[in-house]
């Protein structure tokens, strides 16, 4: 089963930097938990209950107040029903022009093909220091 759920993140990252959000959400439980990581500019409303919350709270924020937010994916980890993705964020926030690089770590639980939780761990001051710049 874990290769299958290695395909699944696959492609909902691949999915995201086409912009195509029903795809992401597609690959969501209905009951999804999703977490921000701590002191991360999204982190307010965590956990985010449902995909409809993931949208809004942070997909359209995203999209709201960067100029363009991507994800580089270096690493895929199989540890069974869970699924370890290391990468990068490369993004430019809209009201500073401050730029981040931020390495990433997400851990995806999964179950019967659909994913239920999701945690980010995130250079959080980095990206601080964008917005405040």
């Known amino acids: 089963m874990s290769v299958e759920n290695i395909n699944v993140v696959r492609d ?28 991360f500019p999204y982190a307010d409303r965590n956990p985010y209950i449902g995909p409809q919350a993931v949208v809004d709270g942070v997909f359209n924020r995203l999209a709201g107040e960067w100029e363009y937010w991507s994800l580089d994916h270096e690493e895929f980890f199989d540890a069974g029903d869970y699924v370890i993705v290391t990468g990068r964020y490369h993004a430019e926030h809209k009201g500073t022009g401050g730029e981040i690089r931020a390495q990433f770590a997400h851990v995806w639980q999964l179950h019967d093909g659909k994913v239920i939780r999701f945690q980010q761990y995130t250079d959080t001051a980095q990206i601080a220091s964008a917005i405040a710049t």
Do not use: C, K, L
Not at 12 to 29: L, N
């Open 12 to 39: 909902m990252y691949d999915a995201f930097g086409r912009g195509d959000i029903a795809a992401v959400v597609a690959s969501m439980d209905p009951d999804i938990e999703w977490n921000e990581a701590e002191n």
